[in-house]
């Protein structure tokens, strides 16, 4: 058994070294299938471009709207400060 697959699980960082980086697709939430040019890629190769999918849209994308809700709010609220 190879030990990527062996180990698959105990993998907490992958570095994309290849031309194809997880950013380069498209993910469809509803059935976590990637779309896009997946030529030469292996099941273990998708699904560490899967995982980092769900990693970007369940704990990056929510803090970035958070954060830039907040930055949106103090904007807002500075302009409203000068117009008085």
């Known amino acids: 058994m190879k ?3 062996r180990f ?3 993998i907490h960082i992958v570095h994309f070294a290849g031309a ?3 950013w380069q697709l498209t993910f469809n939430p509803q059935n976590q299938q990637l779309s896009g040019n997946l030529n030469g890629q292996n099941e273990i190769q998708r699904n ?3 995982s ?3 990693i970007m849209q369940n ?3 929510p803090q970035i709207q958070r954060i830039n809700q907040v930055r949106f709010v103090f904007f807002i609220f500075r302009i ?3 117009e008085f």
Do not use: Y
Request: charged share 30%; net charge positive; no cysteine.
């Open 59 to 61: 704990n990056v994308w």
């Open 48 to 50: 560490f471009l899967v």
């Open 52 to 54: 980092w999918w769900k």
């Open 20 to 22: 194809l980086k997880p």
């Open 80 to 82: 409203v400060e000068f």
């Open 3 to 5: 030990k990527k697959t």
């Open 8 to 10: 698959a699980n105990d």
